[in-house]
């Protein structure tokens, strides 16, 4: 089993940023993905942004350019830096983590943390 738990969410107005940040712990020895997802009201959850143990990454089409993703390997954490933020970010934020193939077929989790909220209001 592997816990995530999502902090640094919050409000912002547009053109501003925030930093979310995700600690992993438990059996995560098989786990070489990890990044966020994001959902809001009457939207299907979708991909934000994915980074593989080797530092690859990648990004949803709406947030490139814009969105950073990184991993501290040593803390096991990730993180989410966003800038230039806009109205359609307004959504709860997950933090992910699998053991997934190079197909893409995940033979660990997903896990999912338990959300935290950002909203981008002017």
């Known amino acids: 089993q592997v816990q995530l738990v999502e902090s640094g969410g919050g409000l912002a107005q547009p053109g501003e940023s925030l930093r979310l940040s995700c600690a992993a712990s438990?059996?995560?020895?098989?786990?070489?993905?990890v990044g966020w997802y994001r959902q809001s009201p009457g939207r299907e959850r979708e991909m934000v942004a994915v980074?593989?143990?080797?530092?690859?990454?990648i990004y949803g089409d709406s947030v490139k350019g814009r969105f950073t993703v990184s991993r501290d390997n040593p803390k096991n954490t990730v993180t989410l830096q966003m800038n230039s933020l806009k109205p359609e970010d307004t959504a709860v934020y997950y933090c992910?983590?699998?053991?997934?193939?190079?197909?893409?077929?995940?033979?660990?989790?997903?896990?999912w943390g338990q959300g935290t909220q950002v909203t981008v209001s002017s």
């Open positions: 438990g059996s995560i020895s098989m786990i070489n993905a």
């Open positions: 992910y983590a699998a053991g997934v193939t190079s197909d893409g077929v995940h033979h660990r989790g997903p896990y």
């Open positions: 980074a593989s143990r080797t530092g690859s990454s």
